[in-house]
């Protein structure tokens, strides 16, 4: 039986067990498995998994399939489904059925008598989506002790009507179907199969409040245009950085599975390799507790979306011979390995990277109104600098604050409420130390006042500025709330001043600890460079000077 541990790990027998496998769709017929039906060859692609030495594989029900006009199940496709479970179960595979696919390879699945009604906001449509999940879920509670649990969906924050519907509608249908799962299947594992949408953006499929879940997953490529911040390929540190980024924002909110993961280019040796060997252990360190690459081949199906995405028949792990692709063979190397690596210890770090108690701007009214897009490109490039200044920080969430254990907290622009800034003048004065780029100028109240010691005098354009420290000059054109904030020291000490005499960076002794802020978008400036490695990289002076002047 395959359970979660008290840390967020998966165990199978009440033994650590890692799963390392394979998304899977057959080759021959790609998203068209269930109506084109191939059981010798998917029962030769489980033999290879199986193999290889992975130990875990998630598949598709495409909903149309299964359920094509309302409360009509297709029977054949789901003894077809007992049978794939059948066949997981035989080679000792956990399985990850993935409920509903909504989006896939840039194509949209949705059942014919949707009719343009939002999935999530339509009554009958979240009605159908529960009854549906009960149906399969039948089906599928049989196999519980070779399960790796339910997968709601595949990447549900996708399409359109996450976004048009409003948050707590999101929240609601997600509540409806994993009850509508454990009404028929108590003991099931459930996981939402969102992707790294769930930091980037406000679909209302929120990290924290996904009800009825047990874990949350995370996808994420090396390819430029999927994120909200640049890079230089697969070789680029950065880029390697940013999956294991995106698991530690997660892991603070409870277990991540990556779910999702590849290379998409399979025919670089070098750019795949060099890849993985970073990225892979960097996610584990990060904690992660699961790995499934996309996927186990590459599909010929000439059908939708294949026809309008070649790409993606060109994703598989192994080659038309079974045999795994050059540059990928460091990840069959690692599946093996991490079942015995030890467990990372998540708190271990004295550096931290600060995450606001309040993440999600919309319908919240205790949100201070900024961006996830804005404010996860500038953590995702503050832990990458801070790895190469020699911190590697931990995430630090605004839900529980600091602990003792940390000694330096970074907020690189986070917008925050009162009680937060309160809580840090706590911490700071009983001796943490805390850098803080780019200050909410309009939150400036008299908490921030005590902890940062200066005061407000006037709200200035955007306008260029460059000052000189740490022994090179800066210049910055971006100010929280576009505003280019102008303060008076009252115990702060002015460190250095732009090029038109304002302060603006500063450090104030609270306590017996130390707040160290700047006051423009320090880690925006650095963001908006990132893909360019040698201009990107020179911020790390900056880091390193913040750092060094504790």
């Known amino acids: 039986m395959i359970s979660l541990s008290k840390d967020g790990y998966f165990l199978r027998n009440q033994t650590r067990f890692v799963p390392a496998g394979v998304n899977y769709w057959p080759g021959s017929s790609g998203v068209e ?130 976004i048009a519907a409003h948050p707590s509608e999101v929240i609601g249908w997600c509540r409806a179907v994993t009850e509508a799962i454990r009404s028929v299947y108590p003991q099931a594992l459930i996981v939402s199969g969102t992707d790294q949408g769930t930091l980037v953006n406000d679909t209302g499929w929120r ?60 025919f670089g040796a070098a750019q795949q ?79 931290g990277l600060y995450l606001p108690a309040h993440y999600y701007p919309r319908d919240n009214e205790l949100s201070t109104g900024q961006s996830p897009r804005d404010l996860s490109r500038s953590l995702l490039i503050s832990r990458y600098l801070l790895g190469l ?22 907020i690189p622009g986070a917008w925050l409420t009162i009680d937060e800034i309160h809580t840090l003048e706590s ?13 909410d100028p309009v939150n400036w109240g008299p908490d921030a006042i005590r902890l940062l010691g200066a005061v407000p005098v006037d709200y200035r354009s955007p306008a260029p500025v460059t000052v000189q420290v740490f022994g090179q000059g800066w210049t910055f054109n971006d100010f929280p709330r576009g505003i280019r904030l102008e303060v008076t020291p009252t115990t702060a000490q002015v460190l250095a001043r732009d090029d038109h005499g304002a302060p603006l960076l500063l450090a104030n002794r609270v306590g017996r600890g130390l707040v160290l802020y700047a006051l423009p978008e320090v880690d925006e400036t650095a963001a908006k460079a990132a893909s360019d490695r040698q201009a990107r990289d020179l911020w790390l002076a900056w880091y390193r000077g913040m750092l060094d002047h504790f």
């Not at 640049?230 to 999956?243: A, C, E, I, V």
């Not at 980024?245 to 399979?266: C, D, K, M, N």
């Not at 050059?326 to 599946?335: C, D, K, W």
């Not at 920080?393 to 003792?404: A, E, F, L």
């Open 389 to 410: 200044a020699g911190e590697p920080p931990r995430v630090v969430s605004g839900r529980t604050g600091p602990d003792d254990r940390l000694k330096t907290l970074v």
């Open 207 to 266: 990290l924290g409040d996904m009800p009825g879940t047990d874990y949350y997953s995370m996808h994420a490529y090396p390819v430029p245009p999927w994120h909200n911040v640049g890079f230089d390929g697969m070789t680029d540190p950065f880029s390697q950085s940013l999956l294991p980024a995106y698991v530690s924002l997660a892991r603070a909110y409870g277990p991540t599975f990556v779910q999702e993961f590849g290379t998409i280019a399979t």
């Open 273 to 351: 390799d060099a890849y993985l060997r970073t990225m892979l252990p960097a996610c584990w360190q990060a904690g992660a507790n699961g790995f499934l690459w996309w996927c186990l081949r590459d599909i010929s199906a000439r059908v939708p979306p294949y026809v309008k995405n070649g790409f993606e028949g060109t994703l598989g792990l192994i080659d038309d011979h079974d045999r795994v692709k050059p540059g990928l063979e460091y990840f069959i190397e690692f599946s093996r390995a991490v079942q015995s690596l030890p467990l990372p210890d998540l708190t271990a770090a004295s550096t």
């Open 427 to 439: 911490w700071v004065a009983a001796g943490g130390r805390l850098i803080w780029h780019a200050p």
């Open 33 to 162: 498995m269930w109506e084109r039906w191939m059981p010798d060859e998917i029962q030769h692609d489980l033999d290879v998994i199986a193999g290889l030495g992975l130990n875990a594989i998630r598949f598709f029900l495409r909903w149309p399939d299964f359920e094509p006009e309302p409360g009509q199940y297709a029977a054949a496709h789901f003894r077809h489904l007992d049978d794939m479970l059948g066949w997981c179960q035989q080679r000792g595979l956990a399985a990850q059925p993935s409920l509903f696919v909504g989006f896939m390879s840039g194509g949209y699945f949705w059942p014919a008598y949707r009719r343009g009604r939002n999935i999530f906001a339509d009554a009958e449509m979240v009605e159908r989506a529960a009854a549906f999940a009960r149906h399969a879920a039948s089906v599928i509670a049989p196999y519980h002790d070779t399960l790796l649990g339910i997968d709601l969906g595949n990447e549900l924050t996708v399409p359109p009507d996450a």
